[in-house]
C-alpha cells in the first residue's frame, strides 16, 4: 500500500534565498506533507505567513549537541516515508549527523552554495570545508542541487549518492514593476541581501560611485541589513539601505527599481536575480563562476565597467530588450522545471516503508 510521504526540511537558518528556496519546494510538491525545523536568524524578518506552507513549523533549540538530540526525536515520531531534506552547510551537517541515512529515511541535501565557495576565509578553512562535505557525502542519498554548475560540484569521489538539479524559481508574489524612470529623475539601481562579505555591497557601491561620474542623476537603494560597516559604506555613498523588510515589502521595493544589480562574490543560483526578472527589471550581474551557463545579457568584472553598462540602459527599449534576454537565459528557472525536478528527487522515496 502506498502511503503519503513526509518531508522534513531541516534549516539552521530560515531566513532569505534558503527560506524562499524550501517554501518553493514544498509549494511545487504538494503531494508530500512538509514539516520545517528551523533556527531563525534574529535580525531577519520572518512573518507568519512564510510557515504557511508547511504541515508543522518547529524551531530548533539553541546548541549543536541539543539540536542533533532534537533532529533525532522529532524524526521518531513520525510514521510512514519520511525523507529528510537538510538546507544549507549547517543544516547539512546538523541532519547528516544526528540521523544514518536509510532505505525507510533517505537523507537528501541541498548545499543553496557550498560553504568551499567562500572567499572570506583562506584556503586552509576551505579546504577543511571540502574535506567535511566529502565526508558528510557519504551519509546522503541524494543531492538536490540549485544549479547544473552545483549539481558538477556534488560529484564527490567514491561517495555516490544520486545528484537532481532543482532549479530555483522566483517564488509566487513577486509584484510586477512600473518599468522607466520618473521624469527628471535619474534611473534607480537595487541590490539585494544581507549586507556581509557574500554579497560584497562594497562592490555594489563602488561600482555606484564610479557610474555617478558619467550619470550624475543615478539613485540607488540596498534592501537588507547586516554589518554596520557595510551600511555606513553604501550610506556614505549616499546609497539608501532600507534594513530588514519582511518579504512583500522588499519585493514592493525591488519592483520600485529600474536596474538590479547583483553584486555577491560567491553564490549557489540567486534567488533575488530571479525575483528581479519577475518583477520586470533588467538585472545586471557581476562575472562570477556561479553565473556559469546562465548567459545573462549583460554582466562585468570590475566597479569602473558599471557606467558602460549603463549607458547601454539608457533607454526604456535598451532596459527592454535586457529584460528580454534576461528572461530567455533564466526560461528553465520556472515552476514548470521545478515541480518535474522535485518528482525526480522525492519519487523514488514515496511509498517506501
Known sequence: ??????????????????????????????????????????????????????????????????????????????????????????????????????????????????????RDVGPAVRAVFRAAEWLLAFNTSAFGACSPREARLSRWPLAGPRIVTVPNVAGPCTIPAVNGPTPGDGLRVVGNGRLGAQKDPAFFADAIACARRTHPDLQAVWIGDGDPEYARYLEDRRIEVTGWLARAEALAELARGDVYLHTALWEGLPISILEADAAGLPVVARTRPYLTGQRLPLTFAEPAEFADVLTALRTASDRAAVREATRVALADNCDGSQQVALKELYGPYAGVR
Not at 520572518?46 to 524524526?75: D, M, N, Q
Not at 525523507?83 to 544549507?88: E, I, L, P, T
Open 1 to 118: 500500500m502506498t502511503t503519503s510521504l513526509t518531508v522534513v526540511h531541516v534549516t539552521e537558518s530560515f531566513a532569505s534565498g534558503t527560506a524562499a528556496a524550501i517554501r518553493d519546494f514544498a509549494r511545487n510538491y504538494p503531494s508530500a506533507e512538509h514539516h520545517l525545523v528551523y533556527a531563525r536568524r534574529p535580525e531577519a524578518a520572518v512573518g507568519a505567513a512564510e510557515f504557511s506552507g508547511f504541515a508543522a513549523s518547529t524551531e530548533l533549540p539553541g546548541g549543536h549537541g541539543a539540536r542533533l538530540r532534537f533532529i533525532r526525536r522529532y524524526l521518531k515520531g513520525l510514521n510512514g516515508p519520511v525523507v529528510v531534506h537538510a538546507h544549507s552547510s549547517k543544516g547539512g551537517v546538523y541532519a547528516r549527523l544526528a540521523v544514518r541515512r536509510s532505505a525507510r529515511r533517505p537523507v537528501v541535501y541541498s548545499p543553496h552554495c557550498y560553504s568551499f565557495e567562500r
